[in-house]
């Protein structure tokens, strides 16, 4: 099992709806979750970071965190054709030291007009 | 406000030659750096991170080497590149160990 798993998509909505985009982890005892926005040929970009359960909202982006179920997820609303890009999960996993965030290989959302 | 800047941004390289490319950060001390690689289409390795000034790790075995220089400089280098060389070289640098800012990329192709 990876310790990091996401859908590779690709995820398509239309414009103006919603997009949900889940991430599921191996180690129950995590504690710092983040998603990043990629667009093709780009370099990830923070877009979120959750620590709590429960939900996180950023202007039209929520971040939701269920440590019980070990996943989190990212709600998208109002899509807008910007929002095309892959979205990339990371957790802080247990281990202690500065090689502890493991990236998920990532969502691709495509937004159509 | 930290910035981090990667530098070439795009190069191209032919089999057996040596590879260089920088990063380096600012408005921070003491950042943990980090290089990662990612092939087309494929998530992000890790390749080596650094604490400190002259202190390296290794995640992945390979023909590729880091050095840390000065304190925010971070160098990935090759004495001798492959084609399985060629991706998208991430630098990134965090303070608390968790969130992770990257730099704009260098993409190697290597022919």
């Known amino acids: 099992q990876k310790e990091v798993e996401q859908n590779s998509g690709p995820l398509s909505v239309p414009e103006g709806a919603i997009a949900s985009l889940n991430c599921t982890y191996s180690d129950r005892v995590s504690q710092s979750f983040f998603w990043y926005r990629q667009y093709s040929g780009k370099s990830p970009e923070l877009i979120m970071s959750?620590?709590?359960?429960g939900d996180k909202e950023d202007g039209r982006f929520t971040a939701q965190l269920n440590k019980a179920s070990q996943y989190v997820s990212l709600l998208i609303r109002d899509s807008q054709p910007s929002d095309s890009a892959t979205y990339l999960c990371?957790?802080?996993?247990?281990?202690?030291?500065?090689?502890?965030?493991?990236f998920g290989t990532g969502t691709r959302l495509t937004v159509i007009p | 406000s930290q910035t981090i800047h990667q530098w070439p941004a795009t190069l191209v390289q032919p089999v057996g030659s040596p590879l260089s490319l920088e990063c380096t950060v600012e408005?921070?001390?003491?950042?943990?750096l980090y290089w990662y690689r990612q092939a087309a289409g494929r998530g992000l390795q890790l390749l080596f991170y650094?604490?400190?000034?002259?202190?390296i790790s290794s995640e992945v075995p390979q023909n590729l080497s880091a050095s840390r220089p000065q304190d925010r400089q971070f160098i990935l280098s090759s004495k001798k590149l492959l084609l399985s060389d060629s991706g998208f070289y991430l630098c990134a640098w965090s303070l608390t160990g968790d969130t992770q800012y990257f730099g704009p990329g260098t993409r190697l192709t290597v022919l």
């Open positions: 650094s604490v400190g000034i002259g202190q």
């Open positions: 408005g921070t001390s003491n950042p943990n």
């Open positions: 959750i620590y709590s359960n």
């Open positions: 990371a957790v802080k996993l247990r281990q202690t030291g500065a090689n502890n965030l493991f």
